[in-house]
Structures are given as C-alpha cells and as structure tokens.
C-alpha cells in the first residue's frame, strides 16, 4: 500500500519569491509521481510526472520536482511565483504496476501575495 | 479532441436517495476511473473500468457502484445515500490501464441534505 504526506496544508508567498511545496510518500513498491493543480471550482490538471530516468523533472511554466528515492520525497519548487500560481497542489502516487489508481495527498493551498 | 466531460456540475438529493454521475472519456481513451474528493482532502480512489470490467476498486461500500459502456463513457451510481457522500466526484480518463497521465473532469459536486 502507498501513502503520501504533504505536510503544509497552506503556504503564503510574496510574488516573484521562491516557493516549496514538500511531498513525501510512502510505498513497499516501486512508484510513479506527479504533481496536480486544481483551480477554484476545476478539476485536476497535471503539473509534472516522474516515472523512470532523470530524477529532476520540469513543467512548462516553470515548475520543477526532483524524486528522491532515499528521502521519500518529491518536492515541488518554483523560483518565482506568479498571482496565477495560486491554487491547490496534490502529490501523488502510483505503483508501477497494477491498477495505476493514484494515491493523493490532502493537498496544499498555494496563496500567492501581491 | 475533446476533454472528460462529467454532468451534471452541480446536484442536491436527500439523505436515502439514489444518484448516477456520468462522464465522457477523452477520445480514444479506454479507461476510467472515479474518485470522491471530500471538502478540504485529496481525491480518493473508488474505482476503475478498463473495457467496460471493473479493473480495481478503492476502499468504498457495494452502495458505490459503476458501468462502462461500449463507447467507453462510464456513469458512478450510489445507492441509499448519506450525508458523509456529499463531495466533488471526480471521473479521470486514460489509455490502458497506462500509467502516463490521467485526465481529470470538472467533477460533479453533489450534496446530500
């Protein structure tokens, strides 16, 4: 069985300031990850993935996770967030085989400041 | 090509009732998959169609029940509703049971009084 933790439920930040989003997870066997963002009244839109190869993975706007096999961890950061940037965040998880049902996280509120 | 769709967007049905969600897979897609997102959680996994088989099922009562039909469309009905099942429902569409990315619906948020 797998888990996920996402430790910060929300997280305030100034525009144009870095920002981490912190995913841990726990699995007994091997795993995919990915990032979700959901917008007020939306449904999930995938933000990045990691499923074999370089462990540092990049979304289109400017997001970025690293897996960390060691650590548990897939960690979301931006070097910049932008007023658009605020929304939900889910980690999640799947195993490599099976099902492929994903495992969420509770989710973290990115508020960004003006 | 066109998105998941799911309807309706919003509903309200009384403690005991009956309601069907539906949802239109991406084109080509032949899997589908519902999740319940309870206010203030992350979606959980209730269940998986995979060619119109139930193809794994999350941790929910036999109330939760779904179809796949032919065209690959799939409807989530529950039975003897509660008020604990109001929630975002979430249908997600993929390709096989392939692991590279699912797409999600708006979600249908049904309220249970």
């Known amino acids: 069985a797998q888990s996920v933790t996402q430790l910060d439920s929300q997280v305030p930040v100034f525009e144009e300031a870095p920002v981490e989003l912190r995913c841990n997870y726990s699995?007994?066997?091997?795993?995919?990850l990915f990032w979700y963002v959901q917008y007020p009244n939306q449904g999930l839109q995938l933000l990045l993935k990691?499923?074999?190869?370089?462990?540092l993975v990049e979304s289109i706007n400017g997001f970025e996770a690293e897996f960390n096999k060691s650590q548990t961890s897939f960690h979301l950061r931006k070097p910049s967030v932008h007023i658009s940037d605020t929304a939900e965040y889910f980690c999640?998880?799947?195993?490599?085989?099976?099902?492929?049902?994903?495992?969420f996280g509770t989710g973290t509120r990115l508020k960004v400041l003006a | 090509e066109t998105g998941v769709t799911q309807s309706p967007t919003h509903l309200i049905k009384t403690r005991g009732q009956q309601v069907t969600l539906r949802c239109s897979s991406q084109?080509?897609?032949?899997?589908v998959s519902w999740y319940q997102q309870a206010l203030g959680q992350g979606p959980q996994f209730i269940f998986q169609?995979?060619?119109?088989?139930?193809?794994g099922r999350g941790n929910f009562p036999p109330r939760f029940s779904g179809l796949q039909f032919p065209n690959y469309s799939s409807e989530l009905n529950v039975n003897a509703l509660e008020l604990d099942d109001s929630a975002l429902y979430l249908c997600?569409?993929?390709?096989?049971?392939?692991?590279?990315?699912?797409?999600f619906g708006q979600g249908t948020r049904l309220t249970v009084v």
């Open positions: 999640a998880v799947t195993s490599t085989s099976g099902t492929y049902k994903y495992i």
């Open positions: 997600a569409s993929s390709l096989e049971t392939g692991v590279g990315e699912a797409f």
């Open positions: 990691y499923l074999s190869g370089s462990t």
């Open positions: 084109s080509g897609h032949n899997t």
């Open positions: 699995s007994s066997v091997s795993v995919y």
């Open positions: 169609y995979y060619r119109e088989e139930e193809n």
